[in-house]
C-alpha cells in the first residue's frame, strides 16, 4: 500500500497523471477506484470545472464529496481502497474561510494519510513559486499550503512534480 503526493500548476496534467495511475492499479487489483473531491461550486465557472472532470473520470470511478471532513473521507474507505483526492489546495481553502485550526487540521489529514490501507494520490497546486501575494490572506494560503505539501510530501510514498503533462518523480 502506498501514498503518493502529487503537485503542479494549473492546468499542470496533475490530476490526469493521479487518475490514470490509480485506473491503472484499480484495474489491476479488480476494484473501482474512488475520487474524493473537494470543490464546491459556488459559481457558473466552477460547475464547468466539476463538470470537465466527472466527464473526464467517466463512469468507472465512486465519487466522494469531502470539501471539509476529507479526513473522514479516508477513513470511510473500505481496506485495500484505491483512491485519488482532488484536490488539497481546495480542501484547504475551504478549512481557511471556515476559521477552522488549521494546523489541527493538517495534523488529522496526516495521521488519516499515514494510516490510510490501500493506494492513495494526493493532489495538490504548488503556489509557492510565484510573486507574494499582495495581501495577507493570499500570503497565509501561499504560507499553509507550503506546510502542509512539506508534511505530507515526508509521510508520502512517493512524490511527483507535475509540468506540461511530464512528471518529474521527486521521492
Same mark, same amino acid.
Given at each position: ?100 485550526? *488549521?494546523?489541527? $487540521?493538517? =495534523?488529522?489529514?496526516? %495521521? !488519516? #494519510? ?5 493506494? +492513495?494520490? /494526493? ?24 506546510? *502542509?505539501?512539506? $508534511?505530507? =510530501?515526508?509521510?508520502? %510514498? !512517493? #512524490? ?5 503533462? +511530464?512528471? /518529474?518523480?521527486?521521492?
Amino acid at each position: 500500500m502506498s501514498v503518493t503526493l502529487v503537485l503542479g500548476g494549473a492546468r499542470s496534467g496533475k490530476s490526469a497523471f493521479a487518475q490514470g495511475a490509480a485506473e491503472i492499479v484499480a484495474g489491476s487489483r479488480g476494484v473501482t477506484p474512488v475520487m474524493i473531491v473537494t470543490a464546491q461550486a459556488f459559481d457558473a465557472e466552477m460547475e464547468e470545472r466539476i463538470a470537465r472532470h466527472q466527464a473526464d473520470r467517466g463512469q468507472a470511478w465512486t465519487t466522494v464529496e469531502a470539501p471539509m471532513d476529507l479526513v473522514a473521507a479516508l477513513r470511510g474507505l473500505p481496506p485495500g481502497a484505491v483512491a485519488v483526492v482532488d484536490c488539497l489546495t481546495l480542501w484547504l481553502t475551504n478549512q481557511l474561510l471556515a476559521e477552522c485550526d *488549521l494546523s489541527s $487540521a493538517a =495534523a488529522r489529514l496526516i %495521521d !488519516a #494519510v499515514a494510516g490510510f490501507d490501500g493506494e +492513495l494520490w /494526493l493532489v495538490s497546486n504548488e503556489v509557492g513559486w510565484g510573486v507574494v501575494p499582495d495581501n495577507a490572506l493570499a500570503r497565509r494560503f501561499r504560507d499553509e499550503a507550503g506546510r *502542509l505539501h512539506q $508534511a505530507l =510530501a515526508a509521510a508520502a %510514498d !512517493a #512524490v511527483h512534480l507535475v509540468a506540461a503533462g +511530464l512528471s /518529474l518523480r521527486m521521492k
